[in-house]
């Protein structure tokens, strides 16, 4: 009869991951470590993109809008994202989750309800431009917190929750924009500001429900058993060599902007997130352009996003299982150039349609899989706090292309946007190859010197001997 596992076990003339001498190894069960994701799960499913499905049925006309205005609108919003990641994900790791990404919260969802009350064109830049200020460090907090609570070969998956909830949410928001649109306007209010107030008040249930469920630290949890705080904890001093201390260290801010890998994968992120923001925002918009009657076109996002989830999952789930990155993000690239070029290429609105569940299926998992990569390939926690949403920033300069690409006098087809979006799909996928090799270099001289009898290389965190690069 097998003997089932105890959480913690001694064994020895083994090492002490807390102290890095001989001693008591520390095992903790990894089913443990799961139970906390659920945490988190609830708390990723907010819409993001029913702007774009706004616009389909009255926001540019009601607000007057005309030319470039709706894309400097998320123009302007992205600079807010950009400037505040960094900034919100410090936050977290100084006043823990339950303080930063609830204030978070109560933010987003007041700009939320406020989008529902504007009337001009400046309004609209002033609210959406609060709105991704406050919603700026959501997906890389939740990123950060999962790389710092579960193994890294495991994180995939947990990070994977923030872009899943992308496509769920998209799908029913293409479901629910449906349902507002054939509602149309009651009590003199139009139809396109229900959504954003029906929306707040799904925003603000969430909120409660993350207040009540976040922690400020995982082994801190009021709602865990005793044991499974101590398990927390073990993990904590297990974890210590590649973590290092909770207390913010500055020096890891000087050493995450001289490491090349930081930026190289940033830039390529760039690279690769102008074609995801556009399709965020803009596919109903590529929809309606393709010559499909509006009324149709939120419902018809829903298979889209339907199958984009389902690809998300999958790849996703075999990269954790293969401890592979690279490999998958570069593969991924090419649907996505692929189904931009479809559009491109022909006026066939069927074709074109065809071309969107193309490019789904690599969509999201580049996203994903870049954000996980960097998320447990830096180290320690201080890097990882400050380096991780800084080539996010990086990334996120790509909203100020993707929100230009897409104005109305260039539609209905919107060439020039699809084409940029392709173009730069296929540098992306040289960059993350570039990324890989990088790596695998680092990899590669670590191991030799190993061979050789070396203790240290004179680095600490990830540049140091004590661990090996995920590729």
């Known amino acids: 009869m097998e003997t089932k596992k105890p959480n913690v076990f001694d064994a020895e003339s083994t090492v002490d991951y807390g102290s890095g001498e001989a001693g008591p190894v520390i095992y903790i069960d990894p089913a443990k470590e799961a139970a906390f994701s659920v945490i988190f799960l609830v708390l990723s499913t907010l819409d993001r993109n029913n702007l774009g499905n706004a616009r389909v049925f009255g926001f540019d006309a009601d607000l007057g809008l005309h030319g470039g205005q709706f894309g400097n609108i998320n123009t302007l919003s992205s600079l807010c994202t950009i400037l505040f990641e960094v900034p919100w994900v410090l936050a977290v790791k100084r006043w823990g989750a ?164 930081v930026y190289l994968l940033g830039i390529a992120f760039f690279t690769s997130s102008v074609a995801i923001n556009g399709f965020g925002v803009f596919l109903p918009t590529i929809i309606s352009g393709l010559g499909f009657a509006s009324l149709k076109v939120n419902y018809m996002t829903i298979p889209v996003f339907v199958l984009g989830a389902i690809s998300l999952v999958t790849q996703v789930y075999y990269s954790d299982k293969t401890k592979r990155r690279g490999v998958f993000i570069m593969a991924c690239c090419v649907p996505v150039a692929v189904g931009y070029l479809i559009c491109v290429a022909t006026p066939n609105p069927n074709a074109g349609y065809a071309g969107m569940f193309i490019l789904v299926i690599g969509l999201y998992p580049i996203s994903t899989l870049a954000v996980t990569w960097i998320a447990t390939n830096l180290s320690p926690d201080s890097k990882r706090a400050f380096g991780m949403p800084f080539a996010y920033s990086i990334a996120n300069i790509s909203n100020l292309v993707s929100s230009q690409l897409y104005p109305s006098q260039q539609g209905p087809r919107y060439v020039q946007g699809n084409a940029v979006s392709a173009g730069l799909t296929v540098v992306a996928g040289f960059l993350y190859g570039a990324c890989w090799f990088l790596l695998k270099r680092r990899n590669a001289k670590k191991a030799k010197l190993i061979a050789e009898g070396a203790t240290t290389n004179g680095f600490e965190g990830d540049m140091s001997l004590d661990s090996m690069y995920i590729l």
């Open 98 to 261: 339950n303080k930063s990404i609830g204030t978070a919260f109560v933010l987003w969802s007041a700009c939320t309800l406020g989008t529902a009350f504007i009337h001009t064109y400046a309004q609209a830049i002033v609210v959406r431009m609060i709105l991704n200020a406050a919603e700026a460090g959501l997906a890389q907090g939740f990123a950060y917190l999962f790389s710092t609570i579960y193994p890294r070969e495991l994180a995939g998956k947990r990070i994977m929750t923030t872009n899943l909830a992308q496509c769920i949410s998209g799908a029913f928001g293409g479901l629910f924009a449906y349902a507002i649109q054939t509602m149309g306007s009651r009590n003199g209010i139009a139809a396109w500001r229900w959504l954003f107030i029906v929306e707040f008040i799904i925003t603000v249930a969430i909120c409660g429900i993350g207040w009540i469920f976040l922690p400020t630290a995982p082994e801190t949890a009021w709602f865990l058993s005793e044991e499974e705080k101590e398990t927390m904890r073990l993990k904590k001093q297990r974890d210590f060599m590649l973590r290092g201390e909770d207390k913010f260290e500055r020096k890891w801010v000087k050493i995450a902007l001289q490491d090349p890998f």
